[in-house]
């Protein structure tokens, strides 16, 4: 098994990278080093400019990812604010903002960087769409997760395990990208 260092607080993004990557030969650890998320328009500027951050303090090479919800009706909110906006109005405050609206579509995008030392980080991302649920369902999962049903499921990513949740997402899917440019650096 290779190791893949990953830079994150969040232990349900590493419980999802690790049931992904491990097939591939990938042990996932994870390192809490914490690094500042730059105020900028796109997701793939706020990692790119945490992998930057990161490398000038850790000599290894690493993921990080960074990732948000984007809401139609709401022309893309809570986007890059998805993290403030999780833990200011929450679930309950999106549910709200929604209420008696009819298009409840929703994308979700994450975005990864894999580093190595001195080099320019390289950057993969991934898109799940789905629709905003009118209430909260399930407790699995993380974040959005009660309140997302992705296209081509009857269920909530909080209704789901980590290995279903994984077929589906937007982190999923760009660590699927991320396992063929590690692939190819071997
Ligand atoms: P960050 O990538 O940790 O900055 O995530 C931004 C926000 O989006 C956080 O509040 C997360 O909880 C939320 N988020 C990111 N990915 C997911 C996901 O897969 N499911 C639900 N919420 C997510």
Redo the contacts with the bound molecule.
Sequence with gaps: MKKLFFITS?KG?VHEATEKLRPLGFSVVQKDLGYP?VQADFLEEVAAWGATHVQGRFNHPFML?????FIDALQGFPGVY??YV??TIGLEGILRLLRGVENRKAV?R?VYAYSKPGKKPIIVIGECTGVISTEKQGNH?????PI?IPVGAQKT?GEMTVVEKNQY???GKALDKLAIVLKDLQ
């Excluded at 990812?65 to 919800?69: M, N, P």
């Excluded at 999962?141 to 997760?145: E, I, K, Q, S, V």
Aim: hydrophobic share 35%; proline share 0%; net charge negative.
């Design positions: 969040n993004k998320e990812e960074d990732a948000g919800l998805s993290k999780f833990f979700f994450s999962g993380f974040g959005y997760d997302f990513f997402s937007h982190r």
